[in-house]
């Protein structure tokens, strides 16, 4: 039986194990969405704005480790998913990206809404194409699949709105066969390597998402070594937690002063997996071994002396293999001094941050005298509201996080513990990110608990799509940290010693707003409520959004503050107050 380029393009879908696919509805995308309508296994999930179905889709894609798809439709639709692609890109994760076109006979007639939508995706796409007969099926969509699974990043198909109701001549069905290899570095490589490692006093490991796949084999070498290990942000999932006694947290930004320590007080850095891009946080005249799969990546960050290029935990492994044993008439282990000062100095760190978190603080003397010069208006800080969420979320539990503050907050105080698991816009630095990612993930497992950490900028650029969560009963718990600021704009401006300026956010009662599209929402002002009002939300069933004003004067010290950044800062202050005294427009 013959069958249509849309029912192709469906059932290899579904033969992919595809469970959804996101976009919104339109012209040349109508053949394909009605195949999916009369697919049993394949649900359509219609967003409001077609950027969130892109980040719907890479955040399955990143979560499962499988192919996302998005459609956008002609002109618009296709550009409107830009965004959400260029963050599957960077993350380097697989999607694939159903374009509509306008009908073959009008190609480049400058028609109605006519876009090239090769050219318009030829900087974010890894492979894209333009269907122009049905003959060109399913070979065509073998090979964009092939190279988003094979080269981990985004595929585009471009339908015609002519083509998807044609049939084909062949009942051939697609065929998707791809194992992904395991590389391993060349063992000279490997030598020189463990011969570096042995006779270095103080090692640190900086560890990233690429080694997530390797971890007991990474902790193993960690104990060889006795060395402490600093996480990038994307490697919380895997390496957090009281089962890995050689974490110190990260560094950059967002880091602590541990983590600075113990890369500055090293003699040798073992980056595994990494591409962590600050150089900035590198400290220099160390010696540097660098594993990673992309040759490209050796060496690109900071001067690598030796790279090894391979898969990281055969590299681990053959690193254990080559380190020299412990000499047998001793207690078999390493001067551990190096480690045990990262940690000790990190727990203190890690202490001192509790105390920040905790409610009551700002009712303490310290706490008093720190409201008087930055919380005068007595709002909730963000260190605990990140704090009470980690403490009530499940073990299981994907949280999602906006670029900025809601990141930093995320980063300090959850703990990626159990089979939590953890995704944001980590390499592009998107705004509106997190609900729409919680959205993608919230459809892989509607029973799991998924947890967004919502900038109040961020979560309205997408505000549209708290519908899309309310129309599939998504049980998606929106925590919105609700400061009335660009919180990391801010903060920038202040360290450049600059006044703030065009930072201030006329926010609506997003709970209100959440009412009014059908979702539960919850305010909470008082301190004293935040513990209940968080509680109530992950008790109560189905989406939920909790606005919670957080303190826009809250700084996030960074793990290496200089003398620069605090001078820069005293000086914004010293300008805002001037500011404010000669203008009560700005007050």
């Known amino acids: 039986m013959a069958r249509t380029v849309a029912r192709v393009i469906v059932d290899a879908l579904s033969e992919l194990g595809v469970r959804q696919v996101f976009g919104v509805v339109g012209d040349a995308l109508n053949p394909l969405t009605d195949a999916i309508r009369t697919t049993e296994d394949l649900e359509w999930v219609g967003c409001r704005h077609e950027e969130a179905a892109a980040f719907a889709a890479s955040a399955q894609s990143q979560l499962s480790g499988t192919l996302g798809v998005c459609m956008g439709t ?19 994760t697989p999607v694939l990206a159903i374009a509509g076109q306008v009908p073959l006979p009008e190609l480049g007639t400058d028609y109605f809404q006519e876009v090239d939508n090769d050219a318009l995706f030829s900087d974010v796409a890894v492979f894209r194409a333009t269907i122009t007969s049905p003959d060109q099926l399913p ?65 640190t490991l900086l560890v990233g998402r690429g080694a997530r796949g390797a971890r007991e084999d990474v902790l193993t070498l960690a104990d060889r070594l006795a060395a402490p290990m600093v996480l990038t942000l994307k490697a919380k999932e895997g390496f957090e937690g009281d089962t890995n006694p050689f974490q110190v947290g990260q560094t950059g930004l967002i880091g602590n002063p541990a983590a600075a320590s113990a890369l500055n007080d090293a003699d040798t850095l073992l980056l595994l997996g990494t591409d962590f891009p600050y150089r900035d946080w590198y400290p220099e005249g160390k010696t540097v071994i660098q594993v990673d799969t992309e040759a490209a990546h050796i060496g690109r960050r900071v001067p690598v002396d030796i790279g090894l290029v391979g898969d990281t935990g055969v590299t681990v492994r053959d690193l254990l293999t080559h380190l020299a044993a412990p000499p047998a008439d001793t207690d078999g282990a390493r001067d551990r001094s190096h480690l045990d000062k990262a940690r000790e100095r990190f727990q203190q760190w890690s202490e001192s941050q509790a105390r920040l978190a905790d409610p009551a603080h700002d009712k303490r003397l310290i706490g008093r005298i720190r409201s008087s010069l930055d919380n005068r208006t007595h709002d909730i800080r963000p260190e605990a509201l990140a704090a009470v969420v980690d403490r009530l979320a499940d073990d299981d539990t994907v949280f999602t996080s906006d670029t900025g503050m809601a990141t930093v907050w995320l980063s300090r105080f959850v703990e990626m513990r159990g089979q939590r698991q953890l995704i944001g816009s980590y390499n ?36 549209g799509d708290l519908m899309t969560l309310k129309t599939h009963n998504l049980p998606v718990k929106l925590v919105v940290f609700d400061n009335r600021r660009l919180g990391m704009v801010k903060l920038e401006q202040e360290q450049a010693g600059l006044p703030e300026f065009g930072t201030v956010l006329d926010n609506p009662d997003f709970a209100a707003v959440a009412t009014a599209m059908g979702i539960p929402g919850i305010r909470v002002t008082d301190p004293a409520e935040l513990e209940k009002a968080v509680r109530q939300a992950f008790d109560t069933p189905g989406p939920v959004l909790l606005d919670v004003l957080t303190n826009p004067d809250e700084i996030a010290v960074p793990a290496k503050p200089t003398v620069e950044q605090g001078w820069g800062y005293a000086m914004a202050k010293v300008k805002e107050i001037v500011r404010s005294q000669g203008d009560d427009s700005t007050l």
């Open 74 to 92: 002609v002109g618009p639709g296709s550009v409107h998913l830009l965004n959400g692609l260029y963050d599957a890109a960077k993350s380097h």
């Open 139 to 203: 070979q065509m969509l073998e090979t964009a699949v092939r190279h988003a699974l094979g080269r981990k990043g985004v595929a585009v198909l471009t339908v015609p709105g002519d083509l998807g109701e044609r049939e084909l001549d062949t009942d051939r069905p697609a065929r998707f066969s791809l194992n992904a290899p395991l590389s391993r570095p060349e063992e000279s490589a490997v030598r020189r390597a463990a011969e570096v490692l042995d006779g270095s006093e103080r090692v």
């Open 428 to 463: 592009l630095g998107s705004m509106a990110n997190a609900m729409p990612q919680a959205l993608g993930a919230q459809c892989l497992d509607r029973e799991r608990q998924v947890v967004a950490f919502c900038g109040d900028g961020g979560l309205s650029m997408l505000l």
